[in-house]
């Protein structure tokens, strides 16, 4: 009896041995280099252990296959595959796009259980991403955004205020966790943009809309995203709007336009809003909190960035134009640098849709077998002496004009902040317009410098998806008179 109970334990083991195991010879069985895996943890041990940020286990694996296009590793027992070579990283992204036209996770969300968020375009592939997409980039057009600005402008005038009252309470300098100011923002702009509401985050001590956002962060969507539309359906809104023969050129403006000509419903009007929400508040603050820590960080270029606003708005006549604002130069340099040395994700990951080949150089042949995950290593890229010189200074000027802005950098597929291809990021041109325009309003109102509270050098927090340095950051904000 003790020898079967042994046996079955024995072979018990033995199958999650090989369970576990059994993958991993893959990548040699392709002629694709890459670390020995671990059993149970694979490559990426961070994944399971959280001792880390996952960012330092991909950044390992780049640096230590420096002469590999691509590189096989193993997620716990999963074969992925490190795409390295910039130009295989344009195959990826642009030119090979049909075979690699799928988000890792994409169709990994059910519709039924979780109707709004299935209807995001960043987890939809095929047909169904593609009709989802076509229906909301008309509404990211210049004219649309520039019509959006003067919501911008509003939120402005209270975080300004905000700030001023927090520093008149605290003897004329206030240290504040510059990421949760920087939320407040882009939660008021995009709660503004899409539900026409005031969300007042600047105003109330705990605002819901800024819970909800939190929350959402924490990757809980389903009863989350459920409660942010219970709450902050438009329904209402539209419903107003179309009682009231209400026009304006937002967001919600649009989704109705495009209700009336394709007759989509009322739940895709919402899925449409929470995913503008869920993509545009995050990213832009953490972008945000990254700049003004930068500019906090060097304070000869934060004051040639004053110099220039105020030179812009003398030229404006006291105000700056939409036009003036994002055809700024140095502001535009800046933001580049920042997105550069401060990248909000460790990898963009795609999924291969059809069995394909990539060619690297010297003619080396990558199989690549549908339904592999292929990372492409955003972090390490852009940290590459190779491809920018002394990676970690910072130094907007790499991007200016004369040196042929980020464009020189996007051509060689060494710096793609936004994705690049037909994935694109459909809110780039609303996020930069939503990050720039409280940059200036930082910078003309207030002095910015680094507090002391935050940790140096960073120290990436494992508990967030996004990247972001443990403790958060927090500068002082001393107003200008
Ligand atoms: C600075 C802020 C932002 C950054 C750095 C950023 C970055 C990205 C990246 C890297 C992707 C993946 C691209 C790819 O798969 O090739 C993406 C996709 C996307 N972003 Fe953004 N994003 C930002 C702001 C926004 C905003 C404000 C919105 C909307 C209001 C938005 C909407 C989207 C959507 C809908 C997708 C999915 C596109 C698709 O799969 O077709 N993003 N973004």
């Not at 490559?43 to 002469?67: A, C, E, G, S």
């Not at 929350?215 to 709007?241: E, G, H, K, W």
């Not at 042929?404 to 041109?429: A, H, I, Q």
Request: net charge neutral.
């Amino acid at each position: 009896m003790l020898l079967l109970l042994f046996g079955i334990v024995v072979g018990f083991v033995a199958l999650v041995y090989l369970f576990l195991s059994w993958e991993f010879g893959f990548w040699e069985k392709y002629g694709v280099k890459g670390p020995k895996p671990k059993l149970l943890l694979g490559n990426i041990p961070y994944l399971l252990t959280k001792k880390r940020h996952i960012v330092y286990n991909y950044d390992q694996i780049y640096n230590d296959y420096k002469n590999e296009p691509a590189i096989g590793y193993y997620s716990i027992r999963t074969p992925q595959l490190m795409v390295r070579d910039p130009e295989l990283i344009k195959e990826v992204l642009s030119k090979s796009f049909h075979n690699f036209s799928a988000n890792d996770f994409s169709d990994t969300v059910d519709e039924k259980s979780d109707p709004l968020l299935a209807r995001n375009p960043f987890s939809l592939s095929g047909e169904k991403w593609k009709t989802r997409r076509a229906e909301i980039t008309p509404a990211f057009t210049n004219n649309r955004i520039k019509a959006m600005a003067h919501l911008m402008d509003e939120v402005c005038v209270h975080m300004t205020g905000y700030l001023r009252e927090q520093a008149k309470s605290s003897n004329g300098v206030t240290t504040l966790d510059a990421k949760e100011v920087m939320a407040k923002y882009t939660t008021d702009v995009v709660a503004s943009c899409i539900f026409a509401i005031d969300a007042q985050s600047f105003v109330k001590e705990n605002p819901e809309i800024r819970q909800m956002g939190k929350r959402i962060m924490n990757f809980n969507f389903v009863v989350q995203l459920a409660l942010l539309v219970t709450t902050f359906c438009p329904s209402d809104a539209i419903r107003y709007r179309k009682d009231n023969n209400i026009n304006r050129t937002d967001y919600l403006d649009h989704l109705l336009q495009l209700q009336d000509r394709k007759q989509i419903t009322d739940v895709d009007i919402a899925g449409h809003g929470v995913s503008f929400f869920a993509d545009g508040f995050e990213t832009s603050s953490i972008v945000l909190t990254y700049c003004l820590y930068d500019l906090a960080k060097h304070s000869s270029i934060q004051q040639q960035l004053r110099e220039t606003i105020l030179k812009a708005k003398e030229v404006g006549g006291g105000t700056m134009s939409y036009e003036q604002l994002v055809e700024m130069g140095l502001l535009e340099q800046i933001l580049c640098e920042t997105m550069r040395i401060h990248p909000l994700i460790a990898v963009m990951a795609k999924r291969c849709t059809a069995d394909t080949t990539l060619v690297g150089p010297k003619d080396r042949k990558i199989f690549v077998k549908k339904g592999t995950t292929v990372v492409l290593p955003y972090y390490s890229v852009s940290f590459d002496p190779e491809h920018f010189s002394d990676p970690h200074k910072y130094d907007p000027s790499r991007f200016s004009a004369e040196n042929g802005g980020s464009k020189v950098y996007r051509e060689r597929g060494v710096y793609f902040p936004f994705g690049d291809g037909p994935r694109m990021c459909l809110g780039m041109r609303f996020a930069m317009t939503q990050v720039k325009r409280a940059i200036v309003e930082i910078v003309e109102h207030f002095s910015i410098s680094v507090n002391g509270k935050t940790i140096e050098p960073f120290e990436m927090d494992p508990d967030q998806f996004m990247l972001m340095p443990k403790g958060s950051i927090w500068l002082d904000f001393k107003p200008i008179a």
